[in-house]
Each structure stands twice: as C-alpha cells, then as structure tokens.
C-alpha cells in the first residue's frame, strides 16, 4: 500500500493491490481520482509521501533504477517524444537508454515500427506526424525493452477507431505473452473488453475491486433506466432521489450546450416507477427523447459505489 499527499490535498490515500503475469489490471475513475498519480508512483517519477510499491520485486522508494529497467510505461499528456527527430531515432534514442545493443535495438525498432503501422514513415519527423500517430509512437516506445511490467495511461486516447482497435489487440498479445500489464482509461467499453480486473478509484482510494462480470452483478439487482433528454439539470435531476424506489441518480452532461442529457437512475421495480418518473420530468419541462432499459456497465458500477458517474 502507498499514498501521496501533495500540500493539503490527498491525491491517492491509500492504495493497494497486485497484479500477476499475464493479467490485464485496469484502473478506473473520473479526472481527479488519483489514478495518473498512482501510475507516476509506480514509475518512479513522483515519491510516495509514505507506503512502497514493488515491481517485479523491486521498491518504487528503494531500488528506483532495477523498477525502471523492469517497466515500460506510456504515459498521456506527456510530451516523451523528440519532435526534431524521426520515429525511427527517436525510438533508437531511448532503445541507448536502455542500452540495448545496436543490432538487438535495429531489429526491435523495425519490429516496432511496423506493428503499430509506423514502418512507412520511419523517417518522417515526429513533428510532422498527426496526434494518432504520435500515440502510437509513445506505445511503441513503452515496448523497447521487453519489459515484464507495462503502464499503459489512457494508451488510446484521441486515437480513431481502427488505430484503437490495433492498440487493444497488440495489449491482448502482451498479456499471452505473460506480461503484467495495468491500463487506466476512461473508456468503460475498453476496460470492459481488456481488463481481467478493475479497480474503481475515487478520492485517491479503491472503492470496489473485481472482474467486470463481478462488478457487474453487484449492480444487476435493481433496474437501470436510462433517460435521454434536453433541459435537464441537476437539480431536477438530483430530486428525483426523493422517490423510496430510487437508490442512485447519475446525470451524464453534454459539453455542448443544448444537446442531449444522459439520466441513469438506478431503481427497485422500475416499470412500475417509470410513468412517475416520467411524468415528474415532464412537470419539470423536460423534453424526453429516448428512454431505456438497460444491462449494467462499469459507469453503473462506479454510480452504484460512489452516486456520480465516471465522466463527472
């Protein structure tokens, strides 16, 4: 277990869990949860303020340099690319980091470059290439040197679908190859199709932690009801909490103004309770577009735990 406590803000309170070979290990919250500080940790790049962690055996506190020649580690938002170099020298630049030998490096470099679709423009620099490229280059980095441990933070954000889908499938390959492998994202799809396990984080803690199926279960003895609509707001939203039926109430906002809200309420014998829910959101000049049954997703999940959703 480790934690990290910058000024008067707890950024991870207390975490703690293991992650064998061959499992993908995901971790999941809104912005703000902690989980790029837990991923940081791991790797080194910030301190705990008390706690230890170990990869592959080795202390995050203790032994800093055996942690990162066991890890490779993408991090988003993170400019680890030389824009000024090509794919190909900015991959032989770090593959010297690791002090890879020359012949071993050219081979896994070309190997590299071609699964992620970048052995065409090998030589393009990196400041030519589109931001879906530039991921996929940063994947490939996270790969040189084989690591046993690999941190993957949001490793397909902003990426088009195709791009995602190859992205999912080389992670699929590394966990038969026995690769312990944790991913944060906020795609609950992703996490549902990749992840062995997850663990939901809020406020810098655990708050539930299992298969998606388990988690899933936990949530499928009420009904969810899922409500598109325009005009709604949070308080009317949030008053629909006073009905005994209803145990949770998440609302899902468009950053665009004016577009349709999602509504997930979470309810004991939700038809009979729909037309009441229905006709309170009409009283309150609510336009309905859609309503729906629906099967649990890891957004319910982290609804049911925590009464807000994952994109809040």
């Not at 995050?60 to 993408?74: A, F, H, P, W």
């Not at 931001?131 to 902003?158: C, H």
């Not at 809020?202 to 199926?213: N, Q």
């Not at 009979?272 to 229905?278: A, D, G, S, T």
Request: aromatic fraction near 6%; glycine fraction near 6%; charge should be neutral.
């Amino acid at each position: 277990m480790f934690r990290k406590v910058p000024k008067s803000v707890v950024a991870v309170a207390g975490v703690d869990f293991t992650v064998p070979k061959g499992e993908i290990f995901g971790l999941l919250g809104p912005n703000g949860a902690g989980k790029t500080t837990t991923i940081k940790m791991l790797c080194t790049l910030i301190t705990p303020s008390g706690g230890d962690a170990f990869i592959n055996g080795f202390s995050i506190t203790k032994d800093q340099q055996k942690v990162r020649e066991n890890l490779g580690v993408m991090l988003t938002g993170e400019r680890t690319l030389y824009w000024k170099l090509t794919g190909r020298e900015n991959l032989e630049y770090f593959a010297a980091l690791y002090h890879l030998d020359s012949v071993s490096a050219k081979k896994r470099i070309w190997d590299l470059l071609k699964l992620v679709g970048l052995d065409e423009r090998e030589d393009t620099l990196v400041e030519n290439y589109s931001t879906g490229m530039r991921i996929r280059l940063s994947f490939a980095k996270a790969l040189l040197n084989d690591a046993p441990v690999l941190l993957f933070d949001e490793p397909t954000a902003s990426l088009d679908p195709q791009s995602s889908h190859l992205i999912r499938d080389i992670i699929r390959d590394l966990k038969r190859e026995g690769h312990a492998i944790i991913l944060t994202t906020h795609n609950m799809e992703e996490a549902d199709l990749l992840s062995d396990r997850v663990a939901i984080i809020d406020h810098g803690r655990i708050v539930t932690l299992g298969s998606p199926s388990e988690l899933k279960q936990k949530v499928k003895s009420s009904d969810i009801i899922e409500i598109e609509a325009r005009n709604l707001v949070e308080q009317t939203a949030n008053a629909l909490q006073s009905y005994s039926e209803v145990s949770k109430v998440a609302m899902i906002t468009s950053p665009h103004p004016g577009e349709t809200e999602v509504l997930r309420v979470h309810v004991e014998k939700g038809k009979e309770v729909l037309p009441r829910i229905l006709e309170f959101l009409v009283r309150k000049q609510v336009t309905i577009t859609k309503v729906t049954f629906i099967e649990p997703t890891l957004e319910d999940v982290f609804i049911a735990e925590t009464g807000r959703s994952l994109r809040d």
